[in-house]
């Protein structure tokens, strides 16, 4: 337990990934005064802390987004973080995917996201607040079968570079945790088998490049936190090193190389 | 054999009856291509883009389509099956952008450019796939450096072609099998009619003035030439790149004011901070 977040306010997208409820608890555990959800379609995850807000606010639904945008004017405190781990991931080759995976991408992982932080910037800005985005090492690196999903998540490092650039003069801060899966049991993606024998074998069994929830957890707790306080507009490779290049160990096998 | 060369080969040029469009196709042209010119309402300018090209020998023809409906794409596609004998250079030029900031960016606009910058993009290149896998031919993507440093006032553009820089990646790993090259040019402000489209067009002039190391707009004929060289069999061993041809204003920082500011600095300042 510890008091640094004292009376913060803290606003999360994504309820339905049990990364989202440690994510909350973080946050309850380190003294926030209000940690909320925003209830979408997807529901919420069955370990969310009950002390967690519930806002009946679906960010694809206009006339929700209208009444929660009117409470957070209301709110003269403002928002101290934006967490948005809300992630439709849409996988399969260019030449397969169809308009609707590439609309359903761009709408969830970009549009949406885009009018979200929109909706919250002056309550942030009251706040000096700090916005976390996730991303996808898919965006600066192109892996075979990822579909629409690394290239909208490109987009989402951009635009929250230019969040960055131009709401620092407001003191907020904008960060992106760019990451390949997490290992999140039901919600992982069978197709992402193509990732595995892409990098270095995590030494606890997982496959390569899937994360611990909880690390993914450290890292948006570390940049929503005042520790951070010099990083802004960065995308933060979090993959356990999956981007630094390819796995030659069976190459090498298959060639002899001692 | 001449590598530079284009002799025979056909090029669809997305809004490639003006501006950088039409300074590409007439590059492509002057090294022997054939090629075909979508545009979305200017068709005078297309036909006399046209004109031009048969006039130095070539074969051109116009399609009209825009490109953010799949119908027109579908359309369009279809034209270049039926009517040519094959397809060896995609050029997805075709653009559009909302000037605004990132709090005040509205969600049509938004999303229109997404749609034309994007999603067309990628619903062209798999239209035409099973002709570029025939010829083994080569797609070409334009970008902006917006994409890699933000600018004022051009997040919806800026986005956006970070996405297109992504799709040239994921088209050059997932059709290199086929013999298919997917690259794209990365431009800073060129001196078109689109610069007229920001709030403060002046500024910008005055902005790709001074930040450019050559201290000069570009045109649209200083971009033209990488184009068709990335089309041709010297850029063959090139693929998932996009090169920045920006006259410099990425590459780093200009320090001629600090070193003014310095030279001005006295002794005493400078025995001050040590």
Same mark, same amino acid.
């Given at each position: 337990?510890?008091?640094?977040?004292?009376?913060?306010?803290?606003?999360?997208?994504?309820?339905?990934?049990?990364?989202?409820?440690?994510?909350?608890?973080?946050?309850?555990?380190?003294?926030?005064?209000?940690?909320?959800?925003?209830?979408?379609?997807?529901?919420?995850?069955?370990?969310?802390?009950?002390?967690?807000?519930?806002?009946?606010?679906?960010?694809?639904?206009?006339?929700?987004?209208?009444?929660?945008?009117?409470?957070?004017?209301?709110?003269?405190?403002?928002?101290?973080?934006?967490?948005?781990?809300?992630?439709?991931?849409?996988?399969?080759?260019?030449?397969?995917?169809?308009?609707?995976?590439?609309?359903?991408?761009?709408?969830?992982?970009?549009?949406?996201?885009?009018?979200?932080?929109?909706?919250?910037?002056?309550?942030?800005?009251?706040?000096?607040?700090?916005?976390?985005?996730?991303?996808?090492?898919?965006?600066?690196?192109?892996?075979?079968?990822?579909?629409?999903?690394?290239?909208?998540?490109?987009?989402?490092?951009?635009?929250?570079?230019?969040?960055?650039?131009?709401?620092?003069?407001?003191?907020?801060?904008?960060?992106?945790?760019?990451?390949?899966?997490i290992a999140?049991?039901?919600?992982?993606?069978?197709?992402?088998?193509?990732?595995?024998?892409?990098s270095l074998p995590r030494p606890d069994g997982l496959f390569p490049g899937h994360a611990h929830p909880e690390e993914?957890?450290?890292?948006?707790?570390?940049?929503?936190?005042?520790?951070?306080?010099?990083?802004?507009?960065?995308?933060?490779?979090?993959?356990g090193g999956?981007?630094?290049?390819?796995?030659?160990?069976?190459?090498?096998?298959?060639?002899?190389?001692? | 054999?001449?590598?530079?060369?284009?002799?025979?080969?056909?090029?669809?040029?997305?809004?490639?009856?003006?501006?950088?469009?039409?300074?590409?196709?007439?590059?492509?042209?002057?090294?022997?291509?054939?090629?075909?010119?979508?545009?979305?309402?200017?068709?005078?300018?297309?036909?006399?883009?046209?004109?031009?090209?048969?006039?130095?020998?070539?074969?051109?023809?116009?399609?009209?389509?825009?490109?953010?409906?799949?119908?027109?794409?579908?359309?369009?596609?279809?034209?270049?099956?039926?009517?040519?004998?094959?397809?060896?250079?995609?050029?997805?030029?075709?653009?559009?952008?909302?000037?605004?900031?990132?709090?005040?960016?509205?969600?049509?606009?938004?999303?229109?450019?997404?749609?034309?910058?994007?999603?067309?993009?990628?619903?062209?290149?798999?239209?035409?796939?099973?002709?570029?896998?025939?010829?083994?031919?080569?797609?070409? &993507?334009?970008? &902006?450096?917006?994409?890699?440093?933000?600018?004022?006032?051009?997040?919806?553009?800026?986005? &956006?072609?970070?996405?297109?820089?992504?799709?040239?990646?994921?088209?050059?790993?997932?059709?290199?099998?086929?013999?298919?090259?997917?690259?794209?040019?990365?431009?800073?402000?060129?001196?078109?009619?689109?610069?007229?489209?920001?709030?403060?067009?002046?500024?910008?002039?005055?902005?790709?003035?001074?930040? &450019?190391?050559?201290?000069?707009?570009?045109?649209?004929?200083?971009?033209?030439?990488?184009?068709?060289?990335?089309?041709?069999?010297?850029?063959?061993?090139?693929?998932?790149?996009?090169?920045?041809?920006?006259?410099?204003?990425?590459?780093?920082?200009?320090?001629?004011?600090?070193?003014?500011?310095?030279?001005?600095?006295?002794?005493?300042?400078?025995?001050?901070?040590?």
């Amino acid at each position: 337990m510890s008091d640094m977040r004292k009376g913060q306010k803290i606003l999360i997208w994504g309820a339905e990934r049990p990364t989202a409820s440690l994510l909350a608890q973080r946050y309850l555990d380190q003294g926030a005064a209000d940690v909320a959800i925003l209830l979408d379609e997807r529901g919420v995850d069955k370990n969310m802390p009950a002390e967690v807000r519930r806002i009946d606010c679906d960010p694809a639904n206009p006339r929700q987004m209208r009444a929660f945008g009117k409470e957070l004017a209301e709110d003269k405190h403002g928002l101290d973080v934006l967490a948005i781990i809300h992630d439709e991931t849409r996988l399969g080759y260019l030449s397969d995917n169809s308009l609707d995976d590439w609309q359903q991408s761009l709408k969830h992982n970009l549009h949406l996201v885009l009018q979200l932080s929109q909706l919250a910037y002056p309550a942030l800005k009251l706040a000096k607040g700090n916005v976390a985005l996730l991303g996808s090492i898919g965006g600066p690196y192109a892996y075979t079968g990822f579909g629409p999903t690394g290239v909208v998540r490109e987009a989402t490092h951009t635009m929250s570079r230019y969040m960055a650039s131009e709401w620092i003069k407001d003191g907020i801060r904008v960060n992106t945790v760019a990451i390949a899966v997490i290992a999140e049991g039901e919600t992982e993606h069978n197709e992402l088998r193509l990732l595995r024998a892409r990098s270095l074998p995590r030494p606890d069994g997982l496959f390569p490049g899937h994360a611990h929830p909880e690390e993914i957890v450290d890292i948006f707790d570390f940049i929503t936190s005042p520790k951070a306080r010099w990083l802004t507009g960065q995308i933060l490779m979090a993959d356990g090193g999956m981007s630094l290049g390819l796995n030659f160990d069976h190459f090498l096998e298959q060639t002899n190389f001692t | 054999m001449d590598r530079r060369s284009l002799e025979g080969r056909w090029a669809l040029i997305t809004g490639g009856g003006r501006g950088i469009g039409r300074a590409i196709a007439l590059e492509l042209a002057e090294r022997g291509a054939d090629l075909i010119l979508n545009y979305k309402s200017g068709k005078d300018a297309a036909e006399a883009t046209a004109e031009e090209l048969r006039a130095m020998g070539r074969e051109a023809w116009t399609v009209q389509g825009d490109v953010r409906k799949p119908a027109d794409l579908d359309k369009l596609a279809a034209e270049v099956i039926e009517r040519c004998p094959h397809l060896d250079i995609l050029v997805l030029n075709a653009a559009f952008g909302t000037i605004d900031d990132v709090y005040n960016v509205g969600r049509a606009s938004w999303k229109a450019t997404f749609d034309t910058n994007v999603v067309a993009s990628w619903y062209l290149g798999k239209s035409l796939l099973p002709m570029l896998k025939q010829s083994r031919g080569c797609v070409l &993507s334009l970008s &902006s450096i917006g994409a890699v440093m933000p600018f004022p006032q051009y997040v919806a553009i800026g986005v &956006s072609k970070s996405a297109t820089e992504a799709l040239v990646r994921q088209m050059a790993v997932e059709w290199g099998r086929y013999g298919i090259r997917v690259n794209g040019i990365s431009a800073g402000p060129v001196d078109t009619r689109a610069i007229d489209w920001f709030r403060y067009p002046n500024a910008v002039r005055q902005f790709a003035r001074d930040k &450019s190391v050559f201290k000069r707009m570009a045109e649209v004929d200083d971009l033209a030439p990488v184009a068709a060289f990335l089309c041709t069999d010297e850029a063959r061993w090139i693929t998932g790149q996009t090169i920045i041809a920006d006259g410099g204003i990425t590459i780093g920082i200009d320090s001629t004011d600090f070193d003014a500011q310095a030279a001005g600095s006295t002794e005493a300042e400078l025995e001050d901070r040590s």
